[in-house]
């Protein structure tokens, strides 16, 4: 099951989720996913600080992102921010402006700053 927020939802604030989540809206504030994938569709736009298991970014993202495991970033995608993760991938056609930093991988989720 995947929770999320859809097309014509605005939230400010801070999301904590235990289970995969998707993000079609806009969000302002900051985002955890533990142990599940957090996806921001193509129509999502977030800026805030996100950490997660591992992120798909298929809309627009400005902040800084932290993984456990990955950072899948496609083709569609706008980021904006410190991206860290043991993998990083970035789809041809995607804008990255920001760090970017492969890490080892971490049992615990450290906090995006």
Do not use: W, Y
Not at 21 to 39: C, D, K, M, P, S
């Amino acid at each position: 099951m995947t929770s999320g927020i859809g097309k014509s939802i605005r939230i400010k604030g801070d999301i904590v989720s235990r289970e995969p989540f998707l993000i079609a809206g806009r969000v302002e504030g900051t985002i955890e996913v533990e142990e599940h994938t957090l996806t921001i569709a193509a129509d999502g736009s977030v800026h805030a600080a996100i950490t997660a298991e591992s992120v798909v970014i298929e809309g627009t993202v400005q902040g800084d992102l932290a993984a456990i495991t990955k950072i899948a970033i496609q083709p569609t995608a706008n980021v904006d921010g410190e991206c860290s993760a043991p993998i990083i991938s970035i789809a041809d056609g995607a804008t990255v402006q920001g760090k970017i930093e492969t890490t080892q991988r971490k049992n615990k989720l450290a906090v995006a700053s």
